[in-house]
């Protein structure tokens, strides 16, 4: 773990950004803590027919329907496995302005350890990668490269539509995604 000891009166920003670390196989990613909401344990979730494969179900939450995605398998085609050190970990999802206050669940491996740098220490890696713009830019450490992951960037269009489906105004309940 890279973080700093605080003195009583110092902003923790002064010292950078904390980032929630987590591992796909052999590589590190890093997601930004101010989106973290909840880490939890990988708990059951009810799957989502004719979903992506990487859309690992829905989970009920304190009263809420939470879609849960496996980071692993959308990005490289390889679900977490089933370790006690795989979390889920639940994310503000704030691509919707009209509902700002959306969760989304994410599986991620070994999401055990944080880092706490500034931001622009994370430096493009030279590849416009459009087919996955939540891969953001990369930092090196003594233990190798770590990519910065964006929350917000994740889901698709089609996507967000299908596991954020829009209410019906006229039927005060949810309709269908094109």
Not at 84 to 94: D, G, Q
Not at 140 to 156: C, K, T, W, Y
Request: with cysteine; aromatic share 6%.
């Amino acid at each position: 773990m890279t973080d700093f000891p605080l003195r009583r009166g110092q902003n923790a920003t002064a010292h950078g950004t904390l980032y929630l670390l987590f591992r796909i196989a052999e590589h590190r990613f890093a997601l930004d803590a101010h989106e973290v909401v909840e880490v939890l344990p990988r708990l059951p979730l009810k799957p989502i027919a004719h979903a992506p494969d990487w859309v690992a179900g829905v989970l009920a939450h304190r009263g809420a329907l939470v879609p849960v995605i496996d980071v692993g398998a959308l990005s490289f085609g390889m679900p977490a496995p089933v370790r006690t050190s795989t979390r889920l970990v639940l994310v503000h999802y704030r691509a919707d302005p009209l509902r700002p206050e959306l969760l989304l669940g994410l599986i991620l491996e070994q999401a055990t350890d944080t880092l706490r740098c500034l931001p622009e220490e994370f430096q493009p890696y030279g590849l416009d990668n459009q087919q996955a713009p939540y891969l953001g830019p990369v930092r090196e450490d003594a233990h190798g490269l770590v990519q910065r992951i964006g929350v917000q960037d994740l889901l698709s269009d089609s996507v967000r539509a299908l596991l954020y489906p829009l209410p019906d105004p006229q039927a005060g309940e949810q309709r269908e995604s094109p």
